[in-house]
């Protein structure tokens, strides 16, 4: 029996992982057959509210039997989608890590900077867990078939394909066959938004007999592209005329370098003494390293981007980006930015100001009513970006580090770059597909978008729709 398990991304949208497994009995009575062999696609850490969902940061032990799982394919390089990897080689897996190209190039990078929160700080460490990871990496380039076990009366092929969320994203393809039955089972991973910068848009799968489909933003929609640029560079403009510097809570890897991208095009389209003269600051150690792939990968850019390097533009290095790296020149940087009056947009991370070099910029800044704070990303209950969110309009005050800290910035915020497809977007996947899945699993969502989603697939007659528990 050709079985699909979860071991994460259920009950919320963190700790994917899903495990194709062939020849084993079932689920419920575990992995007895020796002819077991299987497959796992991604390895997430839970995070914020869905650690209740299975493990914590504290406890990250992996809890089911991997003994037959032959690999590991990674859909995209997110700490949600590889960050118990760590913890599977710890548990004993010792399978090859398949994942595309770039993301081959981006999975070391990101867990050196996870293991080094998380996990421990000893450098030695931390260097022989990257070279293992390092040894078993698989690049498969996209659109390419890769044998991962047969014989036995099974066998498992698996293909990626662009996915549109981050650079390297992919959804999986996977032929598995035991004795006499045959599937096409389809992971997709994280979608992207159709018209997102920098990215090929996904394409629906040419047959999937069963489907899991990830449902963020089940239940919604996103501003298109046109509105949310113009968004934002209404909020620069206002925010800029009066000299004080706009500060963006932003650090995940692909919204950070969406925004560059955008700001690259509004300098280019609009110029005058205000874009011209606007100075970008990327203030964060792990988005330069990222936004140095994002631009030595340009192969993957969409025809979109790479036009513009044809023209001469340079999307993600433009002259007016000032990227800071070490933690002196952090500091400079603040202190210089809340003394002089240039126009400045600074990104730095964390997304919700709970911790990061974003928090020193507010410490400097929110007193200053010339200055601006603009959310890009969603806000949860209880951090300090929602406080200030709530509360900054209303010339309120915001909690950091212990202080408080009165709030006269202004406060914005531009929604949709959340690299993300919205629910029509999903719909279209679904529906391009030649023949409908005989089976979708809704995963990866809060239960309100998964069940909008469900709703939106119940045309779909002679589909299964189940939305899975672990
Ligand atoms: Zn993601």
């Not at 009366?153 to 393809?173: D, F, K, M, P």
């Not at 509360?391 to 408080?404: A, F, H, I, S, T």
């Amino acid at each position: 029996m050709i079985e699909i398990c979860h071991h994460g991304a259920t009950a919320g949208v963190t700790g994917s992982c899903h495990e194709v497994r062939l020849g084993g009995g079932s689920r419920e009575s575990g992995v007895s057959d020796a002819r077991a062999a299987g497959i796992l696609v991604d390895c997430g850490l839970f995070q914020g509210h869905d650690e209740g969902g299975g493990a914590s940061s504290s406890d990250l032990t992996i809890r089911f039997p991997i003994g037959h799982i032959r690999a590991l394919v990674v859909t995209h390089v997110h700490i949600d989608h590889v960050g118990r990897i760590p913890y599977l080689l710890a548990a004993g897996f010792d399978g090859p890590i398949i994942c595309s190209e770039p993301s081959a190039i981006m999975l070391p990078e990101i867990l050196e900077d996870a293991l080094k929160i998380g996990f421990t700080r000893d450098r030695q460490l931390i260097e022989r867990v990257l070279d293992l990871i390092r040894s078993r990496l698989v690049p498969l380039p996209y659109g390419q078939w890769h044998s991962v076990f047969s014989g036995e009366g099974c066998s498992l092929s698996v293909r990626l394909q662009r996915a549109g969320h981050i650079l390297g994203s992919a959804y999986v393809e996977c032929d598995a066959r035991e004795d006499d039955a045959e599937e096409r089972i389809v992971f997709s991973g994280d979608l992207g938004a159709a018209h997102a910068p920098l990215l090929t848009a996904p394409e629906s799968p040419e047959r999937a007999d069963r489907l899991v489909i990830e449902s963020t933003y089940g239940d919604k929609d996103h501003e298109d592209r046109e509105t949310r640029r113009y968004r934002l560079k209404s909020v620069l403009e206002h925010a800029l005329e009066d000299g004080g510097t706009v500060l963006v809570p932003a650090f995940s890897i692909g919204r950070t370098q969406e925004l560059l991208y955008e700001i690259e095009s509004l300098i280019h389209d609009f110029g005058g003494a205000l874009w011209s003269n606007l100075e970008i600051v990327v203030d964060s150690p792990l988005a330069a390293e990222f936004t140095q792939i994002y631009r030595n990968l340009k192969p993957y850019w969409d025809a979109e981007a790479r036009d513009l390097v044809v023209q001469g533009r340079h999307p993600l290095s433009f002259e007016q980006l000032t990227v800071i790296n070490s933690h002196e020149e952090h500091l400079n940087t603040v202190e210089y930015l809340a003394r002089s009056h240039r126009p400045c947009v600074v990104l730095a991370g964390s997304g919700m100001c709970a911790g990061g070099r974003v928090v020193n910029y507010l410490k400097a800044m929110l007193a200053d009513s010339r200055n601006d704070v603009l959310f890009v990303g969603y806000q949860a209950a209880g951090t300090p970006g929602r406080d200030i969110l709530t509360y900054g309009p209303r010339g309120g005050w915001v909690q950091l580090d212990g202080e408080r800290y009165d709030i006269r910035a202004q406060v914005h915020q531009v929604g949709g770059y959340s690299a993300h497809a919205g629910q029509s977007d999903l719909l279209e996947f679904v529906a391009g597909i030649s023949s409908p899945p005989r089976e979708i699993r809704i995963v990866h969502g809060d239960p309100e978008s998964k069940l909008a989603l469900k709703r939106c697939f119940q045309s779909l007659s002679a589909t299964d729709i189940i939305i899975p528990s672990e």
